[in-house]
Structures are given as structure tokens and as C-alpha cells.
């Protein structure tokens, strides 16, 4: 009783001095969704400093309108907690912009038309890089081969990396000058595609990129900051509020610092830095900007490739491709002083699994590394480790995620993009497993929700649709897709919102409509939680908030 007459007073006390003083923005006039189960809807929204300060009815939230106060009437469009997208590559959403983007190519031939108006936009000598392509639904039926690229490119170097960033195609001029031939030995964790004559096709499959990376110019501190500047305006455009930003370089993490310092970052940026490139933050700790909008605490890993390319590790061959089982791109005894290290300085690790095998052995590695490293020598007993991708997971090893805290990180677009190849890679035994949300869900797992951002478009209308769909963007789906995987609606918000705010340990702060948190939300034009299944991916954000200032405003 004494607590209950507590938290009455303490609810009085909150609402009469939120009374007291005019809010900064009150939001109404559309519907109002918390992402809370004990009041997952609203009439209306008061904001002051930064943060919430009601929650609750329009008649209450009207009280604390005064001179000062804007009023932002949502005219019907419905308001949500800020998306956040749990796991996107920003410099990389950037450089799409302002790079040759194939993204959308429906063919190779359509790409190949790209890349020749590109070549005459920006004639040169120098390497030519592209990103975005993705064989799949094409006319062709089949990866890009360098004879493509020839005949509109037969001297000049060109590299187009395929959209997972697993593989790229490389023309004969660039193989030339990588000196790649058809003795060129493929790194381990790699492979250099062949024809029937062994002679290289032009793919490069992971590890096996870095045959022709010193062709590729590294870029300047101000095409950094252009790529970011632009990859903000998209963000902040589709809706999101915040980004879990993966692979990032050490160098970029003071560059968006300073971006933020400089009042220039609208949105949340979680980094997650490159493996190779983490000791100065396993020896300095987690840090974050002054007005923390910028936070590094983070360590992105990688186990295996990707599933398109054939690069995810798997324990049995791929279906449609007898003679391989996908590799390893990192050895564990490679990551393990990395990760021994990371739950000592109180640092998060989040791996890149996709294949059944990938993902058992880095639920392995974590298990050794959490009984190598107890509780008392962590900064951090619970470190809340993730597995990016999560992608294919036998049905045994599912349990295992709730069991070890581990969160599973994963992008309902990949079952929209891989739904017309995986079955042929996997066959219907290992689809049981795959994009299996649901399943890791009702077994207590986190699951966090992103886009893989530049690999699919980074749209969170998509990924929302695609997690309580799981359809194809023309409603097409198949039984052996399991739509017992689908999410309910409320469960699909949570993975945008209130979870991503716990895999980033900001739970107390972000993830849901209530007072004391930050004010960050998202506005469709639709009603997520009620519209036709169909209608979501045709919606747009209408309005953008962090902090309670609007980022972002279509017109």
C-alpha cells in the first residue's frame, strides 16, 4: 500500500509540475502509439527541454500550452517512439548518394546502361567503384562477370561491389592491375569466382576483395564528412531517429564527434568500430560526444559472409552449389583476444553471422569467452553481446540466445530480398531456422530490429512490413517461407524501439513514449499498428523529432 501511495505521489508531484510550466511542443491530433504495454496509446504528447513531460490526454496536455509552446498537430498522421535502425553502415548510406548507385538495377543489362552514363558523366583513368547491384529476379539469372563490365569499360578500371558489400565484380583492367590471373590463390575466408575454362569471372568474394583494395582510393577527411552529411538527410528522411552504425573506421568516430559538437548530427549514432581498428577503444573505454548524440562503446565482428554470394558459413553444402559450404571469414582464436578484452574495458561486441554454422560458432566462442572472463573481472556483468544477422540458426541452437543474454540483431527486409534465392541456396530443411524472429522471440531473446543499410534501401516502413509480412513488396509470399515467423504489430514496434534503446543500454533514456525519457519520435502517414498490411511500405515519415526539435518535415 505504502508504495503504491508513493508512486500516486510521485505521479501527482510529476503532472502538477508539468502544470506549472508551459511545455517547449505539445503533439496531437493523430494517434499516439508508446510502445509501453501499460498505456500503449496517448492523445497527447508535452515536451520540455528535451524530454518528455506528459503523456496522457488531450485535455491535460492542453493546460500546459502557453505563449511559447508550438503545437504540432500531426493532422491525422500517427506518432511512435524514434525508430531507431539497429544495425545500418552509415558512411555507406552516404557514399550511395553521391557514388554510382545500382541499386534497383533489374537486370545486367540495366546496369551495365548505369555504369556507361556514369563513365561519360566522369571520364577518367582512374578505378571507377559502384555499389548496389543484386542478381536476383534478373533476366540473366547469374552474377556479373567482368565480360560485362568490358564491354562498356574495356580499360579503365571498374569495381561494383554487390549490395550484401560480400563480393564485388571486378572488370579485366582491374584484374590486370591487381594482378589477379587465374593462379591468384584465394585468401583463406575468400574465393575468386571461375568459369568453366578457370579463368577468373571477375568475382571476389569476401576476404578475396582485398586482392584489388589498393585500388580503391581511400577517401578524404571531406568526402567523409560529405558521405555523413548525406546519409543524415536520408536517415532523418525515412523516419529514423537514431542508427547503430556498423564497421565504423576509428578515424570516423572523432569525425562525427565533431560533427555533433558542431550542432550537425540530427540523429543518435551508436558506433560499433571495425575489429581491426579497436584498440585505442578497448584501451580507453566507451566515450561519447558532449551532448551525447554520438556514442562508441561498440566492437563489430565478423564470423562468416554473406548468403547471396554463397559466403555464409554452413555445416552442410549449399543447395545450389554442391561444392561449397560457405567460409569462415575470421578464425574464433582470431576474435577471442578481441572479445576477451571487449568484457574486461565494459565494451559491447556485436559479430556477423549468417549461416547455421556461422552463427553456432559464435555462440560458442561467446559461451567460452563468458566462462573464460566471470562476472567480477567485467566492467560490465551483463554485456548484452550481440549477433549481427542472426540469419540462419539451427532450431537447437535458438534457446541459446535467451540463455547466454545474447541479442539477436536482425533485418526483416532480408526475408523481403532473399526470399526469391534462399530457398535454392538452403533448401526446405534449413529454411525452418531462417528469419526466425518469431521463434527467438517466444524464446526470450532480444531481437533488435535494423535494415543492413546500403545492402537493402533503409526505409523502416520496409522493415516494419517485412517483419509482420514477411512478403515480397508485391505481397507474394510461399509456405515454405513460414509465415508462422510473421509479428504481431506491437511486437514488430518494439523491435525499432524499446529494444533497440536496450541493445545499445539506453533503455532508461530512448525507446518509448513516456515522461523522463527523450524526446525522439517518429510520424507516418499511416497507421502502422492498423493499416493494411499492404499499405505500410507505401507510407512516408511526415516528421522526424530528436530532442524534441523536428529534424526532418516533409512538405
Known amino acids: 500500500m505504502r508504495t503504491l501511495l508513493l508512486g500516486l505521489c510521485a505521479a501527482l508531484a510529476l503532472s502538477t509540475a508539468a502544470a506549472a510550466e508551459p511545455a517547449d511542443a505539445v503533439f496531437w491530433g493523430g494517434p499516439i502509439y508508446t510502445a509501453r504495454d501499460a498505456q500503449p496509446r496517448v492523445e497527447a504528447v508535452a515536451v520540455a527541454k528535451g524530454r518528455i513531460v506528459y503523456a496522457g490526454d488531450r485535455k491535460s496536455a492542453k493546460a500546459m500550452v502557453g505563449p511559447k509552446t508550438q503545437v504540432v498537430d500531426l493532422k491525422g498522421a500517427a506518432m511512435f517512439p524514434g525508430f531507431t ?4 553502415h552509415l558512411r555507406g548510406i552516404g557514399e550511395r ?15 551495365m546502361g548505369r555504369l556507361k552514363a556514369h563513365l561519360a558523366k566522369h571520364p577518367g583513368t582512374g578505378p571507377l567503384v559502384g555499389r548496389g547491384w543484386i542478381e536476383t529476379g534478373w533476366p540473366e539469372g547469374r552474377f556479373l562477370i567482368r565480360q560485362d563490365l568490358d564491354a562498356v569499360a574495356p580499360d579503365r578500371p571498374v569495381l561494383l561491389v554487390r549490395a550484401d558489400g560480400h563480393a564485388l565484380v571486378a572488370n579485366s583492367a582491374a584484374l590486370r592491375a591487381a594482378s589477379v590471373t587465374r593462379d591468384t590463390a584465394a585468401p583463406d575466408g575468400g574465393a575468386i569466382l571461375k568459369d568453366e575454362a578457370g579463368e577468373p569471372t571477375g568475382m571476389l568474394v569476401d576476404n578475396a576483395m582485398g586482392l584489388v583494395r589498393a585500388l580503391r582510393a581511400q577517401p578524404s577527411e571531406a568526402d567523409r564528412l560529405a558521405a555523413y552529411r548525406a546519409a543524415f538527410q536520408v536517415e532523418t528522411r525515412y523516419g529514423w531517429t537514431g542508427v547503430h552504425n556498423m564497421s565504423v573506421d576509428w578515424a570516423d568516430v572523432a569525425l562525427l564527434e565533431g560533427l555533433a559538437a558542431k ?5 543518435r549514432v551508436y558506433n560499433f568500430v571495425s575489429g581491426g581498428q ?4 578497448l584501451k580507453a573505454g566507451p566515450r561519447a560526444s558532449a551532448d551525447g548524440r554520438v556514442t562508441t562503446r561498440a566492437i563489430k565482428l ?3 559472409g554473406a548468403l547471396g554470394s554463397r559466403g555464409a558459413a554452413l555445416f552442410e553444402p549449399y543447395a545450389d552449389a554442391h561444392e561449397t559450404r560457405g567460409a569462415l571469414v575470421t578464425q574464433p582464436e582470431d576474435m577471442a583476444p578481441i572479445m576477451a578484452a571487449a568484457l574486461k574495458a565494459g565494451l559491447q561486441v556485436g559479430t556477423h553471422a549468417i549461416g547455421d554454422r556461422g552463427n553456432a560458432v559464435t555462440l560458442d566462442l561467446y559461451q567460452t569467452m563468458f566462462d573464460a572472463v566471470p562476472p567480477a573481472e567485467r566492467k560490465l556483468a551483463a554485456p548484452r553481446w550481440r549477433i549481427e544477422h542472426s540469419q540462419i540458426v539451427r532450431p537447437g541452437d535458438i534457446p541459446r540466445f535467451a540463455a547466454m543474454g545474447v541479442i539477436a540483431s536482425m533485418q526483416p527486409s532480408h526475408a523481403i530480398g532473399d526470399f526469391h ?5 538452403l533448401g526446405e530443411e534449413r529454411l525452418k531456422g531462417a528469419y526466425a524472429w518469431k521463434s527467438l522471440l517466444d524464446s526470450g ?5 535494423g535494415s543492413d543499410a546500403p545492402v537493402e534501401r533503409g526505409d523502416p516502413l520496409i522493415e516494419f512490413y517485412g517483419a509482420v509480412a514477411r512478403k515480397d513488396l508485391k505481397g507474394f509470399s510461399a509456405p515454405n517461407w513460414h509465415p508462422e515467423e510473421t509479428l504481431s504489430r506491437a511486437e514488430a514496434l518494439k523491435l525499432f524501439t524499446s529494444a533497440a534503446a536496450y541493445g545499445r543500454f539506453a533503455e532508461d533514456d530512448l525507446g518509448t513514449i513516456e515522461p523522463g525519457k527523450r524526446a525522439d519520435f517518429s510520424v507516418f502517414s499511416v497507421d502502422l499498428m492498423t493499416a493494411p498490411e499492404a499499405e505500410i511500405p507505401k507510407a512516408r515519415a511526415v516528421m522526424t523529432v530528436v530532442d524534441g526539435a523536428v529534424v526532418y518535415e516533409a512538405r
Open 278 to 281: 579497436a584498440e585505442p577503444l
Open 421 to 425: 534465392f534462399a530457398p535454392a541456396r
Open 85 to 88: 535502425d539497429a544495425h545500418a
Open 445 to 449: 531473446a532480444v531481437v533488435v530490429g
Open 97 to 111: 548518394e553521391l557514388t554510382l548507385n545500382l541499386e534497383g538495377s533489374k537486370s545486367a543489362a540495366e546496369a
Open 263 to 267: 550542432g550537425e548530427a540530427p540523429l
Open 302 to 304: 565478423f564470423s562468416d
